[in-house]
Protein backbone atom coordinates (compact mmCIF):
# COMPACT_ATOMS: atom_id res chain seq x y z
CA UNK A 1 0.00 0.00 0.00
CA UNK A 2 1.34 3.28 -0.95
CA UNK A 3 1.87 6.24 1.86
CA UNK A 4 -1.32 8.05 0.79
CA UNK A 5 -3.47 4.74 0.50
CA UNK A 6 -2.84 4.44 4.57
CA UNK A 7 -3.44 7.91 5.75
CA UNK A 8 -6.50 7.88 3.57
CA UNK A 9 -7.57 4.58 4.76
CA UNK A 10 -6.60 5.45 8.34
CA UNK A 11 -8.74 8.83 8.45
CA UNK A 12 -11.97 6.60 6.81
CA UNK A 13 -11.31 4.35 9.99
CA UNK A 14 -11.23 7.13 12.60
CA UNK A 15 -14.21 9.00 11.36
CA UNK A 16 -16.31 5.67 11.59
CA UNK A 17 -14.78 5.07 15.08
CA UNK A 18 -16.42 8.64 16.18
CA UNK A 19 -19.56 8.18 14.00
CA UNK A 20 -19.89 4.80 15.80
CA UNK A 21 -18.55 6.39 19.54
CA UNK A 22 -21.06 8.95 20.21
CA UNK A 23 -21.26 10.54 16.65
CA UNK A 24 -18.59 13.33 17.13
CA UNK A 25 -15.73 13.46 14.39
CA UNK A 26 -12.16 14.46 16.43
CA UNK A 27 -9.37 16.57 15.14
CA UNK A 28 -6.26 14.32 14.95
CA UNK A 29 -2.87 14.69 13.88
CA UNK A 30 -2.91 13.48 10.58
CA UNK A 31 0.04 9.86 11.35
CA UNK A 32 3.03 9.77 9.09
CA UNK A 33 2.94 6.80 6.64
CA UNK A 34 5.41 4.94 4.64
CA UNK A 35 4.85 3.16 0.86
CA UNK A 36 5.39 -0.65 1.49
CA UNK A 37 8.59 -1.84 0.57
CA UNK A 38 7.30 -5.29 -1.03
CA UNK A 39 5.51 -4.71 -4.56
CA UNK A 40 1.77 -4.42 -3.46
CA UNK A 41 -0.11 -4.00 -6.90
CA UNK A 42 -3.31 -4.74 -5.60
CA UNK A 43 -3.87 -1.95 -3.24
CA UNK A 44 -2.07 0.48 -5.38
CA UNK A 45 -4.15 -0.11 -8.28
CA UNK A 46 -7.23 -0.33 -6.52
CA UNK A 47 -6.38 2.81 -4.53
CA UNK A 48 -6.18 4.63 -8.39
CA UNK A 49 -10.15 3.96 -9.26
CA UNK A 50 -10.92 6.65 -6.45
CA UNK A 51 -12.73 3.66 -4.74
CA UNK A 52 -11.48 5.06 -1.51
CA UNK A 53 -14.09 7.90 -1.29
CA UNK A 54 -16.18 5.19 0.68
CA UNK A 55 -15.52 3.43 3.73
CA UNK A 56 -16.86 0.17 1.84
CA UNK A 57 -14.27 0.60 -0.87
CA UNK A 58 -11.72 1.63 1.73
CA UNK A 59 -12.52 -1.60 3.68
CA UNK A 60 -12.30 -3.74 -0.37
CA UNK A 61 -9.01 -1.97 -0.82
CA UNK A 62 -7.85 -3.19 2.89
CA UNK A 63 -9.18 -6.69 2.55
CA UNK A 64 -7.14 -7.07 -0.88
CA UNK A 65 -4.13 -5.81 0.87
CA UNK A 66 -4.75 -8.48 3.53
CA UNK A 67 -4.58 -11.22 0.91
CA UNK A 68 -1.75 -10.06 -1.10
CA UNK A 69 0.45 -9.71 2.32
CA UNK A 70 -1.19 -13.76 2.74
CA UNK A 71 0.12 -15.09 -0.56
CA UNK A 72 3.73 -13.40 0.14
CA UNK A 73 3.62 -15.42 3.28
CA UNK A 74 1.98 -18.10 2.12
CA UNK A 75 3.95 -21.68 2.14
CA UNK A 76 1.27 -23.95 1.37
CA UNK A 77 2.94 -25.72 -1.55
CA UNK A 78 6.39 -26.17 -2.82
CA UNK A 79 5.98 -23.35 -5.54
CA UNK A 80 7.44 -20.77 -2.43
CA UNK A 81 10.94 -21.78 -2.10
CA UNK A 82 11.03 -21.65 -6.43
CA UNK A 83 9.65 -18.19 -7.18
CA UNK A 84 10.89 -14.88 -6.94
CA UNK A 85 7.78 -12.93 -6.09
CA UNK A 86 4.15 -14.13 -5.51
CA UNK A 87 1.68 -12.55 -8.06
CA UNK A 88 -1.38 -12.03 -5.98
CA UNK A 89 -3.12 -9.42 -8.42
CA UNK A 90 -3.75 -6.12 -9.25
CA UNK A 91 -6.93 -4.32 -10.80
CA UNK A 92 -9.74 -1.97 -9.51
CA UNK A 93 -11.93 -2.70 -6.65
CA UNK A 94 -15.51 -4.02 -7.92
CA UNK A 95 -14.48 -4.50 -11.07
CA UNK A 96 -16.41 -5.51 -14.06
CA UNK A 97 -14.88 -8.08 -15.00
CA UNK A 98 -12.27 -10.54 -13.09
CA UNK A 99 -9.64 -12.22 -15.67
CA UNK A 100 -8.16 -15.59 -14.27
CA UNK A 101 -5.20 -16.45 -16.26
CA UNK A 102 -3.22 -19.73 -14.92
CA UNK A 103 -0.23 -18.86 -13.06
CA UNK A 104 2.81 -16.58 -13.42
CA UNK A 105 5.19 -17.07 -15.71
CA UNK A 106 8.99 -15.89 -15.70
CA UNK A 107 8.44 -12.01 -16.04
CA UNK A 108 5.22 -11.92 -13.66
CA UNK A 109 7.73 -13.88 -11.53
CA UNK A 110 10.49 -11.47 -11.81
CA UNK A 111 8.05 -8.34 -11.16
CA UNK A 112 5.35 -9.60 -8.91
CA UNK A 113 2.52 -8.23 -11.81
CA UNK A 114 0.07 -10.83 -13.45
CA UNK A 115 0.22 -11.17 -17.32
CA UNK A 116 3.71 -8.56 -18.27
CA UNK A 117 5.35 -11.06 -20.80
CA UNK A 118 4.84 -11.10 -24.44
CA UNK A 119 1.29 -13.29 -23.40
CA UNK A 120 0.44 -10.44 -20.89
CA UNK A 121 0.65 -7.81 -24.00
CA UNK A 122 -1.65 -9.64 -25.82
CA UNK A 123 -4.05 -10.07 -23.10
CA UNK A 124 -3.77 -6.58 -22.72
CA UNK A 125 -4.68 -5.50 -26.37
CA UNK A 126 -7.87 -8.54 -26.25
CA UNK A 127 -9.32 -6.41 -23.23
CA UNK A 128 -8.44 -2.85 -25.20
CA UNK A 129 -10.51 -4.62 -28.46
CA UNK A 130 -13.68 -4.28 -25.97
CA UNK A 131 -12.89 -1.74 -23.73
CA UNK A 132 -11.48 -3.31 -21.00
CA UNK A 133 -8.62 -2.26 -18.70
CA UNK A 134 -6.79 -3.77 -15.77
CA UNK A 135 -6.28 0.15 -14.99
CA UNK A 136 -9.94 1.39 -15.80
CA UNK A 137 -12.51 -1.73 -15.40
CA UNK A 138 -10.89 -5.00 -14.52
CA UNK A 139 -8.91 -6.79 -11.86
CA UNK A 140 -6.01 -9.72 -13.38
CA UNK A 141 -5.02 -12.48 -11.57
CA UNK A 142 -4.67 -16.60 -11.50
CA UNK A 143 -5.83 -19.43 -10.69
CA UNK A 144 -1.98 -19.77 -8.93
CA UNK A 145 -0.47 -17.06 -7.55
CA UNK A 146 3.45 -18.30 -7.46
CA UNK A 147 5.28 -19.36 -10.41
CA UNK A 148 5.63 -23.20 -11.27
CA UNK A 149 9.32 -24.16 -12.55
CA UNK A 150 9.42 -24.21 -16.03
CA UNK A 151 5.98 -22.98 -16.60
CA UNK A 152 4.92 -26.29 -16.27
CA UNK A 153 0.88 -26.71 -15.53
CA UNK A 154 0.37 -25.95 -11.90
CA UNK A 155 -0.69 -29.63 -9.99
CA UNK A 156 -3.83 -29.98 -8.28
CA UNK A 157 -2.23 -30.10 -5.41
CA UNK A 158 -0.72 -26.81 -5.72
CA UNK A 159 -4.05 -25.20 -7.37
CA UNK A 160 -6.03 -26.72 -4.31
CA UNK A 161 -3.51 -24.72 -1.97
CA UNK A 162 -4.11 -21.52 -3.63
CA UNK A 163 -7.81 -21.74 -4.10
CA UNK A 164 -8.85 -19.73 -1.24
CA UNK A 165 -6.76 -16.70 -2.26
CA UNK A 166 -8.78 -16.96 -5.59
CA UNK A 167 -12.24 -17.25 -3.74
CA UNK A 168 -11.26 -14.43 -1.15
CA UNK A 169 -10.50 -12.33 -3.72
CA UNK A 170 -13.97 -12.87 -5.80
CA UNK A 171 -15.88 -12.28 -2.60
CA UNK A 172 -14.15 -8.86 -2.23
CA UNK A 173 -14.59 -7.78 -5.53
CA UNK A 174 -17.63 -8.61 -5.93
CA UNK A 175 -16.53 -8.66 -9.95
CA UNK A 176 -19.89 -8.66 -12.59
CA UNK A 177 -18.29 -11.01 -14.84
CA UNK A 178 -15.46 -13.56 -14.73
CA UNK A 179 -13.33 -14.17 -18.31
CA UNK A 180 -11.19 -17.33 -17.82
CA UNK A 181 -8.00 -17.21 -19.78
CA UNK A 182 -6.98 -21.16 -21.31
CA UNK A 183 -7.96 -24.53 -19.83
CA UNK A 184 -6.59 -24.25 -16.51
CA UNK A 185 -8.40 -21.59 -15.20
CA UNK A 186 -11.53 -22.46 -16.77
CA UNK A 187 -11.59 -25.99 -14.97
CA UNK A 188 -10.67 -24.76 -12.22
CA UNK A 189 -13.23 -21.96 -11.23
CA UNK A 190 -15.71 -24.73 -13.05
CA UNK A 191 -14.24 -27.67 -11.08
CA UNK A 192 -14.71 -29.60 -14.41
CA UNK A 193 -11.91 -31.78 -16.31
CA UNK A 194 -13.44 -30.93 -19.80
CA UNK A 195 -11.43 -29.09 -23.15
CA UNK A 196 -11.19 -25.79 -23.31
CA UNK A 197 -12.44 -26.28 -26.59
CA UNK A 198 -15.42 -27.44 -25.35
CA UNK A 199 -15.65 -24.87 -22.64
CA UNK A 200 -15.25 -21.77 -24.31
CA UNK A 201 -17.41 -19.15 -25.68
CA UNK A 202 -20.43 -20.22 -23.13
CA UNK A 203 -21.72 -18.44 -20.45
CA UNK A 204 -21.81 -20.09 -16.86
CA UNK A 205 -23.03 -19.73 -13.15
CA UNK A 206 -19.97 -19.00 -11.13
CA UNK A 207 -21.08 -19.52 -7.70
CA UNK A 208 -18.68 -17.92 -4.72
CA UNK A 209 -18.53 -21.67 -2.56
CA UNK A 210 -19.12 -21.44 1.37
CA UNK A 211 -20.54 -17.42 0.87
CA UNK A 212 -24.59 -18.86 1.01
CA UNK A 213 -26.13 -16.29 -0.79
CA UNK A 214 -23.68 -14.84 -2.82
CA UNK A 215 -25.19 -14.54 -6.20
CA UNK A 216 -23.51 -16.08 -9.10
CA UNK A 217 -21.41 -14.46 -11.51
CA UNK A 218 -21.57 -15.26 -15.32
CA UNK A 219 -18.26 -16.52 -16.48
CA UNK A 220 -17.12 -16.90 -20.15
CA UNK A 221 -13.86 -19.01 -21.03
CA UNK A 222 -11.55 -18.62 -24.39
CA UNK A 223 -8.30 -19.55 -25.30
CA UNK A 224 -5.03 -18.15 -23.16
CA UNK A 225 -3.02 -15.72 -24.85
CA UNK A 226 -0.11 -18.10 -25.09
CA UNK A 227 -2.16 -20.90 -27.02
CA UNK A 228 -2.71 -17.37 -29.78
CA UNK A 229 0.59 -16.48 -30.00
CA UNK A 230 1.26 -20.90 -30.50
CA UNK A 231 -1.63 -21.18 -33.31
CA UNK A 232 -3.03 -18.00 -34.81
CA UNK A 233 -6.17 -19.77 -36.21
CA UNK A 234 -6.90 -19.83 -32.22
CA UNK A 235 -7.46 -16.02 -32.83
CA UNK A 236 -10.97 -16.29 -34.80
CA UNK A 237 -12.51 -18.13 -32.01
CA UNK A 238 -11.07 -16.26 -29.18
CA UNK A 239 -12.19 -12.95 -31.04
CA UNK A 240 -15.92 -14.36 -31.12
CA UNK A 241 -16.04 -15.46 -27.33
CA UNK A 242 -14.65 -11.69 -26.76
CA UNK A 243 -17.25 -10.46 -29.11
CA UNK A 244 -19.91 -12.32 -26.99
CA UNK A 245 -18.82 -11.38 -23.53
CA UNK A 246 -18.98 -7.77 -25.19
CA UNK A 247 -22.33 -7.92 -25.93
CA UNK A 248 -23.20 -8.67 -22.68
CA UNK A 249 -21.40 -6.12 -21.19
CA UNK A 250 -23.60 -3.53 -23.96
CA UNK A 251 -26.78 -4.98 -22.74
N1 LIG B 1 0.16 -16.62 -18.01
C1 LIG B 1 -0.78 -16.69 -17.05
O1 LIG B 1 -1.66 -17.54 -17.07
N2 LIG B 1 -0.73 -15.77 -16.08
C2 LIG B 1 0.18 -14.80 -16.02
O2 LIG B 1 0.13 -13.99 -15.09
C3 LIG B 1 1.14 -14.76 -17.05
C4 LIG B 1 1.12 -15.68 -18.03
Known amino acids: MTAEDKTRLAALLDTAGDFLRDGHWRERETPVFEDDVTVDNAAQTIAGDG????????????????????????????????????????????????????????????????????????????????????????????????????????????????????????????????LCMGRIAAQTMLRTSEGIGRLRGTFFDYTPDSAAGAPAIPLIATYHPSALLRDANLKRPAWEDLKKLLARLQT
Do not use: W
Not at 54 to 63: D, N
Not at 99 to 108: H, R
Not at 137 to 142: A, E
Not at 146 to 170: K, M, V, Y
Open 51 to 178: GGDSLEAAAAIAAIAAIAAEVRECRACGLCDLRILPVPGEGVQRPLVLVVGEAPGSEEDERGKPFVGVAGHLLDRMLASINLSRETNCFITNTVKCRPPGNRDPSPEETEACASFLARQIRVLRPAYI
